[in-house]
Each structure stands twice: as structure tokens, then as C-alpha cells.
């Protein structure tokens, strides 16, 4: 009996197997045949290389040459830089506000906050601190933005809200300006520019990021300003050649300064003719 269960056992083994191959063979044409249809897109997934799980890209701030930073995993690169919106909201007392950002004569640093973020609690507190605060630059003028009072507590916000400092409860500004995650910063220049963006995990991090971002901007400006210089100078330079070029080719002709066939000959107004 054991003899006759041991060989029914085999035979099902086999089976199976047979069916386990053939399987196998077919999940293997339909990924061959994918393959042709789509071009070579279709790819598996990996379990060992999880996107989730990877360290997020470096953020670039400001323009011309990228500073590369690696703020922490999980945090998204910013958006391409573009022009900034103005904040338009309500404060957390209630107090519909509208922060303009463009026609100012001095940077605006948009801080991107959450009340029950546990990253934000430290900005939340260094930009309560005035000796922290010069440490953005001393002309910087800060707002703080938090989602609207649909999506956050208003009583939080208005403990955490620093003296001094507008907040504005708006959801509307953080689609507006493609804020990927919390705590993240846009700094706008007095023309409504954004100069710099990016996310930070401590307040160091951030005035080294705003270090960098103003350093890059006034080079740019600089560089723009001399260009402009050298472009009005060309044209003054180029006028002053011409004229030079016209006088020598009057002097080898052997007309002189003051020379009557310089100016056109006064008209001579003729008689009235007689009519009788």
C-alpha cells in the first residue's frame, strides 16, 4: 500500500512540474511579446531597489552653477524656478490676508510650515528668534505659509505663529507654487523672482542654502549689469569710430573744416514776376 501511495505521490510530482514548466514557458512569451509591442518600455520591478527608499536627488538654489544639497530621503527636488504668487490666505486669527511678493525693495523668505510636522517645531521656533532671524540676512523679510484652516488646526497654528511674523493659513499657495513637501522654503526676490527654493531638515542647513542662493543672485545681477555696460559702450564706441572715419575721409578729399560745400546753400527766394 505504501508502495502504490509512493508512486501515485511520484506521478502527481510530475505533473505538476510538467505544469509549473509550461507555465513558465508562457509568462516568458507574453514578457517577449510585451517587449516587441512596447519598444523595450516595459520593465519589472525591482524589490531590492525600491524608489521609496532611495536618497532624494540634490536640490539645486539659485541660478547659474547648481549647489548641490542632500537634504534627507524621501524629499523631492523643487520645481522649476518661475515666477513667485503672492500669498493670499488668512491669518490664524481669522483676518483674511494677502501678501504681496513682487514691486518690494527687499527679498521675501516664504517658509512652507506645518503644525504637526516634527521637522517644521525647529523653524517654527528659530524664526520666533530674533538672533536667528538675522541669520537669513537683516533686510530678508519671512512669511509663513501653512495649509488653509481645512487641512490644519488654526489653534496650533496660532501657538506655534511667532510674534511679529505674518502667517498666512493658505492651501491655494502651496499648489500655486508646487511645495512637494513640508518643511520647504522659496526665496523671492523684490521683483517677484524666485531666487532659490529648496527643502532643509535644520535651520544651519537653510541660511547656508539663502547664503548661497544671494551669493548667485548678485553675481547673476552683476554680470547681467556689465554686459548691459559693455553693450552701451559698443554702441557709444561704434558712433565715435564712424565719425572719426567720415572726418579723414573729408580731409584727404581736401575739404577743410568750415569748408562752404559742408552746409547747403541757402535758398534764394526769387522776384514776384510781374504781372502786368
Not at 119 to 130: K, M, Q, S, Y
Not at 148 to 153: D, K, L, V
Not at 164 to 181: D, L, N, Q, R, Y
Request: with cysteine.
Amino acid at each position: 500500500m505504501t508502495t502504490v501511495a509512493l508512486v501515485a505521490l511520484t506521478v502527481v510530482v510530475a505533473l505538476l512540474a510538467v505544469l509549473v514548466v509550461g507555465l513558465l514557458r508562457s509568462h516568458a512569451a507574453i514578457l517577449r511579446q510585451l517587449h516587441e509591442i512596447t519598444g523595450g518600455e516595459a520593465h519589472t520591478h525591482d524589490h531590492d531597489h525600491d524608489h521609496d527608499l532611495a536618497p532624494a536627488p540634490p536640490v539645486e538654489v539659485g541660478p547659474g552653477d547648481p549647489h548641490p544639497v542632500n537634504p534627507a530621503p524621501g524629499v523631492a527636488p523643487p520645481r522649476e524656478a518661475a515666477g513667485a504668487h503672492d500669498i493670499v490666505g488668512m491669518t490664524p486669527d481669522g483676518s483674511a490676508a494677502t501678501v504681496g511678493l513682487a514691486g518690494r525693495d527687499h527679498p521675501t523668505l516664504v517658509a512652507f510650515l506645518t503644525s504637526g510636522c516634527g521637522t517644521c517645531l525647529e523653524f517654527w521656533g528659530a524664526i520666533a528668534d530674533p538672533a536667528e532671524r538675522t541669520l537669513v540676512g537683516a533686510d530678508t523679510r519671512i512669511v509663513i505659509a501653512t495649509k488653509g484652516p481645512e487641512r490644519e488646526s488654526v489653534t496650533d497654528v496660532a501657538r506655534l505663529a511667532p510674534p511679529g511674523i505674518t502667517t498666512v493659513m493658505s492651501t491655494e499657495a502651496w499648489e500655486a507654487h508646487e511645495v512637494p513637501v513640508a518643511p520647504y522654503f522659496i526665496l523671492v526676490d523684490g521683483r517677484g523672482h524666485v531666487a532659490g527654493e529648496g527643502a532643509a531638515t535644520t535651520w544651519e542647513q537653510l541660511t547656508g542654502l539663502l547664503g548661497r542662493a544671494v551669493a548667485d543672485t548678485t553675481e547673476a545681477n552683476a554680470r547681467n549689469a556689465r554686459r548691459a555696460a559693455g553693450r552701451r559702450a559698443a554702441a557709444v564706441g561704434g558712433w565715435s569710430t564712424r565719425e572719426a572715419d567720415t572726418d579723414q575721409a573729408l580731409l584727404d578729399a581736401g575739404i577743410m573744416p568750415g569748408d562752404p560745400s559742408l552746409y547747403d546753400p541757402m535758398p534764394v527766394a526769387e522776384p514776384p514776376g510781374d504781372d502786368r
